[in-house]
């Protein structure tokens, strides 16, 4: 990635770095079959995370869904952890995940994980 900046911008504004934010952001996508409920697909979601207390609480979950195929609907979630270190990034992303998957599994919703 490139990034110009003209001079006067850099000497007479302030820069802020949006990058460095305390949180980052955990994607999810997930392909839900279109004979499941879609509303109750996304409630359970709903529920799993907001049982995570290491979430950040001031970004809300956000879910949706993204396209269509002809028996799956991509969903994707958005949800925030906080960012100190990578390996607390990943052990939340891990839990979150893991969170999802048995929330799914205890409704009998059929969801697949996208990479």
């Keep these: ?11 007479q504004k302030p820069i802020i770095n949006h990058s460095r934010s ?12 279109v004979e499941q409920d879609l509303d109750k697909v996304v409630s359970v979601m709903k529920e799993a995370l907001k049982a ?19 028996k799956v609907v991509k969903l994707v979630i958005w949800c925030w952890i906080p960012f ?25 919703i059929m969801a697949a994980p996208q990479s």
């Design 1 to 11: 990635m490139h990034l110009i900046l003209p001079n006067k911008d850099i000497f």
């Design 22 to 33: 305390e949180d980052r952001r955990v994607e999810f996508t997930f392909t839900i079959p």
């Design 52 to 70: 995570l207390d290491f979430l950040t609480k001031n970004k809300p979950v956000q879910i949706f869904y993204t396209e269509m195929g002809d």
């Design 84 to 108: 100190h270190q990578k390996s607390s990034f990943m052990e939340g992303r891990h839990l979150a995940l893991l969170d999802i998957i048995n929330a799914y599994k205890q409704q009998g």
